[in-house]
């Protein structure tokens, strides 16, 4: 069983939130212009995740993957916001097209797709950081 939890997809975002020690070009940056997206996304999202223990980088893997193939607009913004990030996300494509982009810099040539959703298991908040 794979272990899944929104607070694996919240992770992922944290590098997006509030932080004194971020480098000040991404300051006001706006998630719609292409070119920002890009720079916030391999300069914050990539590094940040890159850092993460291997056990949680592929539970992070497994739970935005989950999040992409099952979750609505509503479901997929709220984890986006649960993370308080500093940049509103993009205004020009939907939540599930920003994820996708997201995954595709983080999981590069990877599928998100899930056929068997049984495969899954939603881990505990207790458990989170448990192998």
Known sequence: MKKISNSYVSMVWQALAED????????????SNEESLDLVLKGLIKPSYDNLPPFIKDRCKNSFAYAISFYDEKQLKRLYESAIPVFDPPSKISMREFYIIVWDILFPGEDFMINNPDDYIEVAFSDLYKK
């Open 20 to 31: 004194p020690n971020m480098d000040g070009s991404f300051i006001g940056l706006n998630l």
